[in-house]
Structure formats: C-alpha cells, structure tokens
C-alpha cells in the first residue's frame, strides 16, 4: 500500500509493480484517485488492510520553511493508518518514506500510531524508514534504479523483508536499526545537495566580478578537487582541516572578495566553523549500525 500518490509515492508504487508486486494508492485527493484509476491503478481515498501482514508506505508531502515541518498531511495519514491497525489482527510495518526532522518518528509517528491503534510498536505492529533520494524530474527512473537505498527497523525480520523487497532493484544498500540515523541522512543529504549549489553560486558572483567564466572554473573544479572526486575525502568530522593550503587559501579568497566587493558568506561561514572546531575536542568515532558493512 502507498499512502500519498503524488510524485514520489506513485514512482514507488510504479516501480514495486513492475516487479509483479500487488500495489493499491490511497489518496485524499479525490481527483487524484479518480486520475489513477481512469489509468488502470488500484486507488482509494482512505486506508483499508488486508488480512496479511501489509507493507504500508508513508510518501506524503512535509513541506518546510524556517519555522519548521508542517506535519499535518503526516499526522493524518498515521491517524488513518492507526485506526486501520487497531482492526488488524496481522503484524502490520509502516515504511515512512517522507522526509522528516530527525526524532519526528519517536515524537510523532510512533505515539499517533500507537494513541490511535491501541497497539505498540515492536509489538502489534513496526515502523520502518526508508528515506527517498530521488529527484523530482527523474522521479520514475529513480525508483526503478536507485543509486542508494537506506532502511531502517529497529526488528531484523522487518530489515530482513525490506532488503528482499528492494535489493533486487540495484544500487548501494545501507541499514541500520536505528530509526533516527535515516532520518538524519535525508535531512543532510539534501542540505549537502543545497550547500554545494550555494557555494558555487557564489563562485560565480565572484567570477562575474572579475570578468571570468564562472561555468568553466565550476566545472574544471568539480573534477579537479578531491572533495568532489573522492567520496571519503572530509566526511570524517570532529576536527577543522588544516595543512599548507586550505586555511590559507580560504583566508586569501576572502580577502579578495572583500577587495572586489562581493559578499562571500558561504566562505566566512566555512572559515568560521573550521576556527569553532580548532578550539574543540575531536568528535568519538561514530557509532554504526550498517549491517552491510560492519566494520565502516
């Protein structure tokens, strides 16, 4: 079952049928549903079980501004989605794939499901995370092959049916039984996404000041630094960098914006928190759960 049947949930629902996998959409949107069944979908607009244990699918928007998530479409799908589990005689696992503040699911999805199920959850029923990675115009093909699926469930047989489910569909895997660590990543990973869009936007005010061609430094750059080809290359975290040439590069690239009269606070904001972590203890090494890997 998909539970929100825009973008993201019908890319889902389209992929998991295309392997032979029985797939019904519930929509609120009236006109939505009656769209998906003129095309041959199953689509309802409220929340029904099966007598099995059911993979129900949470792709409802959370939009976001500087004050927050707005979790309204959220806590009504887990008000319909609880209600349904307290009729259910199965151990059902809601698979939340919307994108959420970390703890959202400790603070909300778990209590709303629990206050309106009756039930616990480990118990009569499991929650999941599977945070989606991807992009919106490319929405369909994502799903069919993703580069990166995480999954996490605090209960090995539910991490156990969610890797059957979506190993075969390719990409790298990672899982944790930590329902907080996935919430992290999405958050992070579409904050990196947003940093780095950002930091060369300001690049190439810089190279408009200077009358150079900011696409031709953006691109030889994004293959010539090591931050860009090598994946490992400072995620590490817990101490500034250092050496010959970034601390001194950075510091002069400032200064050169200010001579030229442009406001880089994309860079002060980096030299910043590099000074903040030079006053700091490193960070423990981190603990993983990624039971694909151990040992990473």
Not at 205 to 219: I, K, P, Q, S, Y
Request: charged share 20%; glycine share 10%; aromatic share 8%.
């Amino acid at each position: 079952m998909i539970v929100g049947a825009g973008a993201v949930g019908f890319a889902k629902g389209r992929a998991l049928l295309e392997r032979g996998h029985r797939v019904r959409f519930v929509d609120a949107s009236s006109a939505r549903c009656d769209e998906l069944t003129s095309q041959g979908y199953s689509c309802a607009g409220s929340v029904t079980l099966s007598g099995g244990s059911s993979l129900i699918f949470v792709c409802v928007p959370t939009p976001a501004s500087v004050a927050g998530y707005d979790f309204a479409q959220l806590r009504q799908s887990l008000e319909w989605i609880g209600r349904q589990l307290s009729t259910s005689d199965a151990r059902n696992v809601v698979v939340v794939c919307s994108t959420m503040a970390p703890m959202t699911t400790a603070t909300i999805v778990i209590p709303t499901l629990e206050e309106y199920s009756g039930g616990r959850e480990g118990h009569q029923f499991d929650v999941a995370l599977v945070p989606e990675f991807i992009r919106g115009p490319h929405a369909l093909e994502d799903s069919r092959a993703p580069w990166m699926t995480v999954i996490a469930a605090r209960d090995e047989a539910v991490r156990s049916r969610l890797v059957a489910l979506l190993e075969p569909y390719g990409g790298e895997m990672r899982i944790t039984d930590e329902l907080i660590t996935a919430e992290l990543i999405k958050v992070t990973h579409n904050a990196y996404n947003a940093a780095k869009i950002s930091f060369f936007n300001e690049m190439f005010r810089l190279a408009a000041a200077t009358n150079v061609d900011g696409h031709f430094v953006a691109e030889v750059v994004s293959r010539s630094a090591e931050g860009s080809v090598n994946t490992g290359y400072g995620i590490r975290g817990g101490s500034p960098f250092g050496g010959a040439c970034l601390p001194k590069d950075l510091e002069g690239l400032i200064a050169f914006a200010r001579a030229v009269g442009v406001e880089v606070p994309v860079l002060k904001a980096t030299h910043e928190i590099n000074e903040s972590f030079g006053t700091e203890k490193p960070a423990p090494p981190a603990s993983h759960h990624d039971e694909t890997n151990p040992s990473i």
